[in-house]
């Protein structure tokens, strides 16, 4: 069964810094890694989507990577800016197409 | 492009009710995807649609859950009898059949038993 874990569970950062958040699996057979943000008492945005097959995909500040023969993807976000706080959540589609995701990173940018 | 729909957004119901939930997800999008997020964890899988069948229904207690996807469009998700470990948010995702896909969720109802 497929276990998604997310490191840091929280991380705090004065604005401007840049941040990575990090996802790791242990099943290698995906389809895809999809990267989202939850807002407190909302549903999930999507923010990137990574195909088995690409190394990364980028959107504005956002930068993610899946290295998916170790079982590993990074959410890096450049200059945080204080809209940026929110959980992240990593998601991986299995082969059967059902998502398994992991904990989340609660991040707060501090003004 | 509407997004995925669901009602009601917030519920409160007392132990032993019941209770349903509605979603309408992306029109054309085949698989339909009901979770369960307890607060502070991760959503969990309760049950997987493609089209009007079940792929993926292990992690759904059946013994109070129960799910359907009439005419492979919308789906309602009910607890009968509710307990206070099922207060948490219920989720609805949709996406097109196939590995490349993206899923979209809709808001979620926020579930509270007492």
């Known amino acids: 069964k497929q276990e998604v874990t997310q490191i840091p569970a929280a991380l705090s950062v004065p604005e401007g810094e840049n941040l990575v958040l990090n996802c790791s699996f242990t099943?290698?057979?995906?389809?895809?890694l999809q990267w989202f943000r939850q807002d407190p008492g909302k549903g999930l945005t999507s923010l990137l989507l990574?195909?088995?097959?690409?190394r990364e995909q980028t959107s504005g500040r956002l930068n993610a990577s899946l290295d998916k023969s170790s079982g590993r993807s990074t959410l890096y976000i450049a200059a945080s800016q204080p809209g940026d706080s929110a959980t992240y959540l990593c998601?991986?589609?299995?082969?059967?197409?059902?998502?398994?995701f992991g904990t989340g990173t609660s991040l707060t940018v501090i003004p | 492009e509407a997004g995925v729909a669901q009602s009601p957004r917030y519920k409160i119901i007392e132990k032993r009710q019941s209770v349903a939930f509605w979603c309408n997800p992306i029109s054309g999008h085949a698989t339909l995807y009901w979770y369960q997020q307890i607060l502070g964890q991760g959503p969990k899988l309760l049950i997987q649609?493609?089209?009007?069948?079940?792929?993926?229904d292990s992690q759904l207690p059946k013994d109070r859950f129960s799910a359907e996807r009439l005419k492979g469009v919308d789906s309602t998700l009910k607890i009968q009898p509710a307990k206070l470990e099922d207060s948490a948010v219920y989720l609805c995702?949709?996406?097109?059949?196939?590995?490349?896909?993206?899923?979209?969720f809709g808001q979620g109802t926020r579930l509270t038993v007492v």
């Open positions: 990574i195909q088995s097959s690409q």
């Open positions: 998601a991986v589609r299995g082969t059967g197409n059902q998502f398994y």
């Open positions: 099943d290698s057979a995906i389809y895809n």
């Open positions: 995702a949709s996406s097109f059949t196939g590995r490349d896909t993206e899923a979209f």
């Open positions: 649609f493609q089209n009007n069948g079940v792929v993926d």
